[in-house]
């Protein structure tokens, strides 16, 4: 087991950020692949964003690519989530998840890639 809290969360304005965090409490923080999901009410959880173990390689989706960052610190066993220009249909729960070993491709995008996920945060952007 993996528990992961997920933080920073909130109400904002669109236009707006907000800084997502996710802490992992293991020794072993850096033999994980750490991708970060959302949902919206009646939709899948879908993939944002994914950074390999040591954080030198990272993938969006394309409706948030140049606006979120995905980083990490794996001396805090911390996962973070900048989000710029926040639009409406950013609203959701977002969920931080993690995969032991790497993830290339397909299975770095996919819900089913990861074995370990928190309980999600709410990200409310108003127009």
């Known amino acids: 087991q993996v528990p992961l809290v997920e933080s920073g969360g909130g109400l904002v304005q669109a236009g707006g950020s907000l800084k997502l965090s996710c802490a992992a409490s293991?020794?072993?923080?850096?033999?994980?692949?750490m991708g970060w999901f959302r949902q919206s009410p009646g939709k899948e959880r879908e993939f944002v964003a994914t950074?390999?173990?040591?954080?030198?390689?990272?993938s969006h989706a394309d409706p948030v690519k140049g606006r979120f960052t995905i980083s990490r610190d794996n001396a805090k066993n911390t996962v973070y989530l900048q989000m710029n220009s926040l639009k409406p249909e950013d609203s959701a729960v977002y969920y931080c998840?993690?995969?032991?070993?790497?993830?290339?491709?397909?299975?770095?995008?996919?819900?089913?890639?990861?074995?370990?996920w928190g309980r999600g945060t709410q990200v409310t952007v108003s127009s």
């Open positions: 998840a993690a995969a032991l070993g790497d993830r290339y491709f397909a299975p770095a995008v996919r819900r089913t890639g990861y074995e370990y």
């Open positions: 293991t020794h072993t923080f850096s033999t994980y692949t």
């Open positions: 950074i390999n173990r040591s954080g030198t390689n990272a």
